[in-house]
């Protein structure tokens, strides 16, 4: 694990060793390994960019999303003042887009958060008790595995399609945390087995604090990772839904509900269907880079970078 | 072996039970299928009475469930809230489900193997971050974007070039089509190559990815150094000693997503407008239609089920050390 750390300070008395050896704790060694992975840190700071844009560049961006322009700025191209051109009813498409990414980012936001708190407590507690939470647990995943997970989607989308972004995505993360959940579940089976929970059991340890301060420290790697990757998922997922008319409805809209609004008239006015699969596909590239690179990291066993 | 079989099959008709009644129920509760009906204010009261009690609308939930698991369970699929049989709407929609998955799933499952061997066999060079870029790429857009692109540049331009249309961006052949049986395989060319190369790029990006990461893992082990030490030729030591064992985890993988493909890729489905699986579930969701819903729902579970069930039997027959 850590590299050991001299006894005395060596130049106390004269350099006794000729080189010393600087202690770098786990974290430090995870960060290391992941600035090594150049595409995974651009990836993360355009992200990052991208993630501040939808979230508060609508405010920033002199046109609203339903303003409506002057007769003579309809129905064109990009240009300066409209980097990603005008609809033909008169809309700015860049704050369209910003609209839309911003509906998306809270939504894949929102999903990413909510599924992983619920699949880290539900496999956490399957993993550590078995039991009937246990099946329970395989049953659900079993079941999403005979129904594709579209069709809930699709069924809890046409029912709460009218409610607002919230709703849709308590939707999908109550129908997304069963892969983070079967994750911890599998690495606290192997972990309860570990020696050091046999100590802390023998120190008097709670059950509570054997799984919170123990395990679940042990278990962060694949959560973040997991975590990042809903994030993908829940973008590309939420868009589908849109695309069909089951996920955001009018007149809010969403990078989905664009592209299918400007699917007609892609051939005509190609900006109006470009610019939204566009800003889907950096989001969910940059994070699927990031999920990659963050992977590495956390992976003991990597060894392309001296960590 | 046989027990497993037995036992497999037994909670996955279990889970297939649950899942049904679930759905019914699910159905039973998003909206009124005589909403149509009643918008009309012509429509005579006697009428959406006569419909209430044709479709058991006047009966409770349960019982409803109840029915339509008689039903089933005699192997009748019952019609559709218009009256329409929906066995045949299913076949239909199969059958086009089918032609598209197949052929996209064959392209898919040789691009990725390549791909991935490939990247693996010359880990980090450029053809090698070029592949996982494009892996990447494909794994993060959404498939109407990119089956837009491809009406876009492939359909209309070659159609352009040469001048007549070959290539078709909506429906799965022609109406009306006249002509000698090759010309009609050609009409369905035409109309299957769009979305087969839509499916197939998006699931060959997972599948190429999968295929490098347990390439490398069979690279690195210790039997491939030794097949090198015994002075074997790369290419022997490639075909006959790595990608034999580096293919096992990927057919598993693909035997269970085959199994979903069954279920009809609904958004594929969608943009080209093939009145395939996904579309059947679609249009029956916005018209609450529980018979046609739970109907696929059988009939893709199953499919499902069995492919998942051979996936484990596969990594059993593929690799002797693990018994099934």
């Given at each position: 694990m850590t590299a050991t750390v001299p006894e005395a300070a060596p130049n106390a008395a004269g350099p006794e060793r000729e080189?010393?050896?600087?202690?770098?704790?786990?974290?430090?060694?995870?960060?290391?390994?992941?600035?090594?992975?150049?595409?995974?840190?651009?990836?993360?700071?355009?992200?990052?960019?991208?993630?501040?844009?939808?979230?508060?560049?609508?405010?920033?961006?002199?046109?609203?999303?339903?303003?409506?322009?002057?007769?003579?700025?309809?129905?064109?191209?990009?240009?300066?003042?409209?980097?990603?051109?005008?609809?033909?009813?008169?809309?700015?498409?860049?704050?369209?887009?910003?609209?839309?990414?911003?509906?998306s980012v809270q939504i894949a936001l929102t999903v990413a958060l909510v599924s992983t708190t619920i699949g880290v407590l539900i496999g956490a507690f399957a993993g550590f008790y078995r039991g009937i939470l246990d099946s329970l647990l395989m049953r659900f995943t079993d079941l999403f595995l005979i129904i594709p997970p579209l069709i809930f989607f699709a069924m809890l989308g046409r029912k709460f399609?009218?409610?607002g972004w919230f709703a849709l995505a308590l939707c999908l993360a109550a129908l997304s945390w069963t892969s983070i959940a079967r994750v911890v579940r599998g690495t606290f089976l192997s972990l309860r087995e570990k020696e050091y929970v046999e100590a802390a059991r023998a120190l008097g340890a709670s059950n509570k604090r054997i799984i919170f301060k123990h395990l679940l420290p042990n278990t962060v790697g694949p959560i973040i990772v997991n975590a990042t990757i809903t994030v993908a998922v829940a973008i590309l997922v939420e868009t589908s839904l849109s695309y069909l008319g089951l996920g955001v409805q009018a007149p809010d809209t969403s990078l989905g509900k664009l592209i299918s609004d400007n699917q007609q008239s892609a051939a005509t006015r190609p900006w109006l269907f470009y610019f939204p699969g566009l800003y889907i596909i950096v989001i969910a590239l940059t994070v699927n880079f990031l999920g990659d690179g963050l992977r590495d990291a956390f992976d003991p066993t990597q060894r392309r970078v001296r960590a | 072996?046989?027990?497993?079989?037995?036992?497999?099959?037994?909670?996955?008709?279990?889970?297939?039970?649950?899942?049904?009644?679930?759905?019914?129920?699910?159905?039973?509760?998003?909206?009124?299928?005589?909403?149509?009906?009643?918008?009309?204010?012509?429509?005579?009261?006697?009428?959406?009475?006569?419909?209430?009690?044709?479709?058991?609308?006047?009966?409770?939930?349960?019982?409803?469930?109840?029915?339509?698991?008689?039903?089933?369970?005699?192997?009748?699929?019952?019609?559709?809230?218009?009256?329409?049989?929906?066995?045949?709407?299913l076949k239909s929609a199969m059958e086009l489900t089918l032609r598209m998955a197949i052929g996209a799933t064959i392209i898919a499952a040789f691009l990725a193997v390549f791909v991935g061997v490939y990247s693996a066999v010359r880990q980090y060079s450029i053809s090698d971050y070029i592949f996982t870029f494009l892996g990447f790429l494909f794994l993060s857009t959404p498939v109407f974007w990119l089956a837009g692109l491809l009406k876009l540049y492939g359909a209309?331009?070659?159609?352009?070039?040469?001048?007549?249309?070959?290539?078709?961006?909506?429906?799965?052949?022609?109406?009306?089509?006249?002509?000698?049986?090759?010309?009609?395989?050609?009409d369905y060319a035409g109309h299957t190559i769009l979305p087969w190369i839509a499916l197939a790029l998006i699931s060959f990006a997972a599948w190429s990815r999968y295929q490098r990461a347990t390439m490398l893992d069979v690279l690195n082990s210790d039997y491939v150094r030794l097949a090198r030490a015994k002075g074997l030729s790369n290419r022997r030591v490639l075909t006959r000693h790595a990608l034999r064992n580096a293919l096992i985890p990927l057919v598993t993988v693909m035997a269970i997503d085959i199994g979903a493909v069954f279920a009809g890729a609904v958004i594929t489905e969608t943009?080209?407008?093939?009145?395939?699986?996904?579309?059947?579930?679609?249009?029956?969701?916005?018209?609450?239609?529980?018979?046609?819903?739970?109907?696929?729902?059988?009939?893709?579970?199953?499919?499902?089920?069995?492919?998942?069930?051979?996936?484990?039997?596969?990594?059993?027959?593929?690799?002797?050390?693990?018994?099934?």
């Open positions: 080189f010393t050896v600087e202690s770098r704790s786990q974290t430090r060694m995870i960060l290391r390994r992941f600035l090594q992975h150049r595409a995974a840190v651009i990836s993360g700071v355009v992200l990052l960019l991208a993630i501040l844009a939808a979230l508060i560049g609508g405010r920033l961006w002199h046109y609203r999303y339903d303003d409506f322009l002057a007769v003579d700025q309809i129905d064109k191209p990009p240009s300066l003042s409209h980097p990603m051109g005008t609809t033909s009813a008169g809309r700015d498409v860049f704050a369209q887009v910003l609209r839309g990414a911003q509906k399609a009218g409610s | 072996m046989l027990g497993f079989i037995i036992r497999r099959l037994l909670t996955s008709v279990f889970v297939l039970f649950l899942a049904s009644i679930l759905v019914f129920v699910a159905v039973s509760s998003l909206g009124d299928p005589l909403a149509e009906l009643r918008a009309n204010p012509r429509t005579p009261k006697s009428t959406i009475e006569a419909k209430k009690r044709e479709l058991n609308l006047d009966k409770s939930v349960p019982q409803r469930y109840v029915i339509w698991l008689k039903d089933f369970g005699t192997g009748k699929l019952g019609n559709d809230n218009r009256g329409r049989p929906v066995y045949p709407q209309i331009k070659i159609n352009n070039f040469f001048n007549r249309q070959l290539v078709y961006t909506q429906g799965d052949s022609s109406p009306n089509f006249t002509g000698g049986f090759w010309a009609r395989m050609g943009v080209f407008n093939w009145a395939g699986m996904g579309r059947l579930f679609i249009d029956a969701l916005r018209g609450y239609e529980s018979n046609v819903l739970l109907a696929w729902m059988m009939v893709t579970g199953v499919f499902v089920i069995v492919f998942n069930l051979a996936a484990d039997l596969l990594y059993g027959v593929l690799d002797p050390r693990i018994r099934v």
